[in-house]
């Protein structure tokens, strides 16, 4: 029996492992679950999967929780803030921990995990962006094992697991694959007016909003080239995106011997949760089965600057090195998070990155404070860029 804790519970992510471990009660075992705020939902995953430890981020949610939780489920332990999360990603009894919070606010947990000797679910990429060299620095020295569950980089980790000679060195280049989101036909003169609501309604994917967001400007792949890189490896500039709209083919890697491997599947995050969890072995989902029929066709194109100026960014960015991706990473989710809140245009986003990136100076990454000391300069540069735009 693994003993699993899921950090963010409550999210995508989240629901979907709790989905999988539902299936599998006689493999895994739910230690402890995380959320921030969502406290009804969080009541009802603690009465139904009576972990030992529940934890909020957020104290008044934690104190309210320890309140209804105090009859109905006495045996769980109801902790709050960053200590609370840190504690049970590094818990003595924990085998497995999906990092599935959203943002820098996972960062300290899943490096806790990480530095625990954990199993590393890896979903949270921005943790991975912010402190990449630190990250595979500290799973190497803990002998933790980090399995990608980002659809795309699970899918790499798929293509290259049986290959036994050199690892990561038998890769020549690889495909990210993106499905394009919601604006990928969207004329280029509308973008200025697309709302949250539309730009969170993914065609493939159903996601939390930060990545929703991500998704639409792409973002997020800009994420994942930078993500990719240091989970595999190799120079970001062997690493090509493709646009794949039907998103079937969850990435590519073409080895040194011309050999290309692919990973396919339906568009459901189960498919990499349950790989994860089981990795070796593979275990059942109620996933759709793939039907090769019914889908038809595979299209394939090059991503347009003009439409996705965040791929600059994050190229850029992950060129610079240091805490230049902890930057763009910042300034990404505080221009998200205002965009939401309909502060800002959607195409304000990439300004406000690059209006930052231009403005705070990046330096080395080895140490978590200075990590730390650039991403709230970023935040606190991006909060100034939106306030002197007039939002
Ligand atoms: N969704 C996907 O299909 C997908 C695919 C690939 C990668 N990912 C990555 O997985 C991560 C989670 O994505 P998601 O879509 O599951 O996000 P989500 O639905 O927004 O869920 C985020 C989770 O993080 C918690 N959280 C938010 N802010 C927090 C804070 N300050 N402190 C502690 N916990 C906090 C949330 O708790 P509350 O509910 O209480 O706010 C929730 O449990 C992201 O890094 C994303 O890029 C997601």
């Given at each position: ?59 008044e ?131 200025p ?5 539309q ?22 792949k ?5 993500e ?29 011997d ?10 459901d ?18 996933v ?66 690059e ?33 002197n735009?007039?939002?």
């Amino acid at each position: 029996m693994k003993e699993i804790t899921i950090l963010g519970s409550t999210g995508s992510i989240g629901v979907n492992t709790l989905d999988v471990i539902s299936r599998h009660q006689d493999k895994f075992n739910v230690k402890a679950l995380t959320a921030n705020t969502s406290l009804d939902v969080f009541v009802t995953q603690c009465l139904q999967y009576k972990p030992e430890y529940a934890v909020m981020a957020d104290e008044e949610s934690a104190s309210k929780l320890e309140e209804k939780l105090k009859k109905k489920s006495p045996d769980t332990s109801v902790l709050a803030g960053i200590d609370g999360l840190v504690k049970v990603a590094e818990l003595n009894t924990v085998d497995y921990v999906m990092a599935a919070i959203v943002g820098a606010a996972g960062l300290l947990p899943t490096l806790a995990a990480a530095k625990a000797g954990k199993r590393v679910l890896l979903a949270n990429k921005e943790a991975l962006v912010m402190s990449g060299k630190l990250f595979m620095n500290t799973i190497a020295e803990s002998d933790a094992e980090l399995i990608p569950i980002d659809s795309e980089h699970n899918a790499i980790f798929q293509c290259i697991a049986n290959t036994s000679n050199q690892g990561s060195n038998t890769i020549r280049s690889i495909m990210l694959t993106a499905s394009g989101g919601p604006f990928l036909n969207t004329p280029i003169n509308e973008l200025p007016l697309k709302t949250p609501e539309q730009a969170c309604k993914h065609p493939k994917w159903k996601m939390g909003r930060k990545i929703s967001v991500d998704s639409a400007t792409m973002m997020n792949k800009g994420l994942e080239v930078i993500e990719a890189s240091w989970l595999f490896n190799i120079e970001p500039d062997l690493i090509d995106i493709v646009i794949h709209p039907q998103s079937i083919i969850h990435s590519l890697v073409e080895h040194k011997d011309g050999s290309v491997l692919a990973q396919l599947g339906n568009p459901d995050m189960r498919i990499p949760i349950s790989f994860g969890l089981a990795w070796p072995e593979r275990i059942e989902t109620d996933v759709q089965r793939l039907d090769l029929f019914d889908i038809a066709q595979f299209d394939f194109r090059k991503p347009e600057n003009d439409r996705f100026p965040c791929l600059k960014l994050a190229r850029k960015a992950i060129k610079q090195g240091g805490t230049s991706s902890a930057i763009l990473n910042a300034a990404n989710e505080v221009a998200v998070n205002e965009f939401l809140n309909k502060k800002i245009m959607f195409t304000d986003i990439p300004k406000v990155i690059e209006s930052v990136m231009n403005d705070v100076t990046h330096n080395n990454a080895d140490s978590l404070d200075t990590i730390l000391g650039d991403d709230s300069l970023a935040r606190k540069r991006a909060i100034e860029t939106i306030r002197n735009m007039g939002a």
